[in-house]
């Protein structure tokens, strides 16, 4: 490019730079209005779901300041007495720390790298499967224990398992065999908590997976095969490349919850011979909480893990941006 037409390139942006600014201001109130007005329905849509975590979400964290009070619901916050990080302390200092550390860490662990890799094969096999009928049929089975509260799916469990009562003990003591303690052995809870997180919520998650890889240009397995791949080969080549992003996004958001596993799932499979390893920081809460009334304490032990799981995703997403890879933010 000559240095002549490089100055006329410069020319041309002046004058539109020019006419820009000289546009009258009621012209570009105008112009601003009709964009607003176009994309009003959807502005619309959008209150809802800001309404939503306003209410839910932003305005509740103002409770947080009782975690460093000794708070009395009488004088309320304006009332109560500051102690600083007393909670805190108490809460490091208890004897049962360490332990309800260790379960929820546990059962997060098993969590992440047994519940999370669930969807994502389901998905995976879902996509290699060309009987449209059977693909949907098999779809809609699997993501319909989603719906299912965990009341049902524990009850469920119970009639099944139960030490006396439980149909499958009923059978192996008529056959001659040793029944199975399921519900109250220690070893088989944490096993039994996964599979019942399996069995209730992959094939829903796996819903993500699938429509990310409903976006997948067809042409890129039609050069696989070209190339001479077989069906792994695409699948591996093609297929997990096309959910990377997904994948780290939803691991990343997954962190954040570390410490918190699900109070109502964990307490309805508790009871006093499994409380070894079925104790955790959210069943802790609402006996200490809701049952005590220590809601100062108990506000400090819900803070500190937002904290621990706030800091996992900072951590996560950095790593993630520093890979190359896209990140929550």
């Given at each position: 490019m000559s240095n002549k037409d490089l100055q006329e390139g410069l020319n041309v942006q002046q004058e539109s730079v020019v006419q820009v600014a000289a546009a009258p201001t009621g012209?570009?109130?105008?112009?601003?209005?009709?964009?607003?007005?176009?994309?009003?329905?959807?502005?619309?849509?959008?209150?809802?779901?800001?309404?939503?975590?306003?209410?839910?979400?932003?305005?509740?964290?103002?409770?947080?300041v009782i975690a460093f009070q000794d708070y009395n619901p009488f004088a309320g916050i304006t009332g109560s007495e500051w102690v600083g990080f007393a909670h805190f302390e108490r809460l490091f200092g208890e004897a049962d720390f360490w332990s309800l550390l260790g379960n929820t860490l546990i059962l997060s662990a098993l969590n992440l790298f047994l519940f999370f890799p669930a969807?994502?094969?389901?998905?995976?096999?879902?996509?290699?499967?060309?009987?449209?009928?059977?693909?949907?049929?098999?779809q809609t089975a699997i993501?319909?224990?989603?719906?299912?509260?965990?009341?049902?799916?524990?009850?469920?469990?119970?009639?099944?398992?139960?030490?006396?009562?439980?149909?499958?003990?009923?059978?192996?003591?008529?056959?001659?065999?040793a029944r199975l303690e399921i519900m109250t052995d220690p070893d088989y809870f944490r096993i039994l908590y996964v599979l019942q997180n399996v069995w209730k919520e992959a094939g829903w998650n796996a819903v993500i997976f699938l429509a990310a890889l409903a976006s997948v240009d067809p042409t890129l397995y039609e050069a696989a095969v070209v190339d001479g791949a077989n069906r792994w080969k695409q699948m591996w080549h093609v297929t997990l490349p096309a959910l990377r992003s997904t994948i780290i996004i939803l691991f990343i958001l997954r962190l954040g919850h570390v410490m918190d596993?699900?109070?109502?799932?964990?307490?309805?499979?508790?009871?006093?011979?499994?409380?070894?390893?079925?104790?955790?920081?959210?069943?802790?809460?609402?006996?200490?909480?809701?049952?005590q009334g220590?809601?100062?304490?108990?506000?400090?032990?819900?803070?500190?893990?937002?904290?621990?799981?706030?800091?996992?995703?900072?951590?996560?997403?950095?790593?993630?941006?520093?890979?190359?890879?896209?990140?929550?933010?």
């Open positions: 012209a570009l109130q105008k112009s601003a209005w009709k964009e607003w007005k176009r994309g009003f329905p959807l502005y619309v849509m959008v209150i809802p779901g800001l309404l939503f975590f306003l209410i839910f979400r932003y305005l509740p964290m103002g409770g947080i969807p994502i094969l389901i998905a995976v096999v879902l996509n290699e499967v060309r009987m449209q009928w059977f693909k949907k049929f098999v993501y319909m224990p989603h719906f299912l509260s965990w009341v049902v799916v524990v009850g469920i469990t119970i009639v099944l398992f139960a030490t006396q009562e439980g149909a499958v003990n009923k059978a192996l003591a008529s056959s001659g065999l596993i699900g109070f109502e799932h964990i307490y309805l499979l508790q009871n006093s011979l499994n409380l070894s390893v079925s104790d955790v920081f959210d069943t802790y809460v609402y006996r200490t909480g809701v049952l220590e809601f100062s304490y108990t506000t400090a032990v819900g803070l500190f893990k937002s904290v621990i799981g706030l800091v996992l995703i900072m951590i996560a997403n950095r790593w993630s941006k520093k890979t190359g890879e896209e990140g929550v933010y």
